[in-house]
């Protein structure tokens, strides 16, 4: 049975779905009326949840943030359409993991992989990163911070998105084993070869 270990920021995605009839008389804002509210884990919660469903006979691990950090969105039902989004939690950066004990340090190096998910709210410093992939024995990391050589020294993998990839264009080309660049509807980058999507959307 594999172990795998995710590290990074949960937070909870609030939807919240209703019609809207009309606009409002004191701004020229829609009227939502709630018909029904969904719950999700978010950020790298989400991550921890895909990685339950595509290995199911795995032993999977989070840790997080101790503060609560909630995204809500109201959505029109009939469009599918998002009208607002409201994020608390987030006015100030979540306390950091400062310290690695010796259960987590063994946790770490029984891992069959570590997942680093980053959103650079403050509970991944880069010291930690590198403490992180200094000791498993296969690090994956998708990050939103602008990264280094000695950060990515120990990663395996790291995901970027295109707006993250031009904010480390030059670190990709120096390193470009290291990286995987998702391109939405076109596939994604590796090794300066693009890999069409098969069902773009």
């Avoid at 795998?4 to 829609?30: F, M, N, Q």
Wanted: with cysteine; proline share 4%.
């Amino acid at each position: 049975m594999a172990k795998i270990l995710v590290v990074g920021e949960l937070c909870t995605d609030v939807y919240i779905y209703g019609d809207v009839k009309r606009l409002s008389p004191e701004a020229p804002v829609p009227v939502i009326n709630p018909i029904r509210e969904v719950r999700n884990a978010g950020m790298a919660g989400n991550v921890y949840n895909n990685i339950l469903s595509l290995a199911r006979h795995s032993e999977v691990l989070h840790w997080s943030q101790n503060e609560q950090i909630t995204k809500t969105r109201y959505v029109h039902e009939k469009s599918n359409q998002m009208l607002l989004r409201s994020d608390v939690g987030e006015t100030k950066p979540v306390e950091s993991l400062s310290f690695l004990s010796p259960e987590m340090l063994k946790t770490i190096r029984e891992s069959d992989m570590v997942i680093i998910s980053d959103y650079n709210k403050g509970y991944l410093t880069e010291d930690i990163i590198k403490k992180i992939s200094s000791e498993s024995k296969l690090t994956l990391m998708d990050t939103k911070k602008k990264l280094s050589e000695t950060v990515i020294e120990n990663i395996t993998f790291v995901k970027l998105n295109e707006i993250e990839y031009q904010n480390n264009i030059e670190l990709v080309k120096k390193h470009p084993e290291k990286f995987v660049i998702t391109l939405g509807s076109k596939g994604a980058q590796y090794n300066e070869t693009i890999h069409p999507s098969k069902n773009p959307q």
